[in-house]
Nanobody
Framework: QVQLVESGGGLVQAGGSLKLSCAASGRTFSTYAMGWFRQAPGKAREFVASISRSGGLTDYADSVKGRFAISRDNAKNTVYLQMNSLKPEDTALYYC????????????????WGQGTQVTVSS
């Protein structure tokens, strides 16, 4: 399994942007489909975006489509989440996750997880 470490979270005003990064250790990163999930206080963890192993296929939750963009750089063992036009309802702890086969919207299909990075959007 790869070890995942997220960074890039912070406090931003509504309408602003943040770019999250998730750095993976190990030499097998390119064999993992990656996903971003988020969890707000008192709410269940929810799917945000996923990307295939090659980066050729992406998928987004309807709530972030058109505002967020997932990408990866396999040479740098890193997956990114560019978040634009942020809204207060985007406030959550954001996690990246890896899966050793195809990407999925379901958190229980992922094998490894980072510790999360907090995103707070003020109104």
């Amino acid at each position: 399994q790869v070890q995942l470490v997220e960074s890039g979270g912070g406090l931003v005003q509504a309408g602003g942007s943040l770019k999250l990064s998730c750095a993976a250790s190990g030499r097998t990163f390119s064999t993992y489909a990656m996903g971003w999930f988020r969890q707000a206080p008192g709410k269940a963890r929810e799917f945000v975006a996923s990307i295939s192993r090659s980066g050729g296929l992406t998928d987004y939750a309807d709530s972030v489509k058109g505002r967020f963009a997932i990408s990866r750089d396999n040479a740098k063992n890193t997956v990114y989440l560019q978040m634009n036009s942020l809204k207060p309802e985007d406030t959550a702890l954001y996690y990246c996750a890896g899966r050793g086969v195809g990407s999925s919207r379901y958190s229980n299909m992922y094998d490894c997880w980072g510790q999360g990075t907090q995103v707070t959007v003020s109104s």
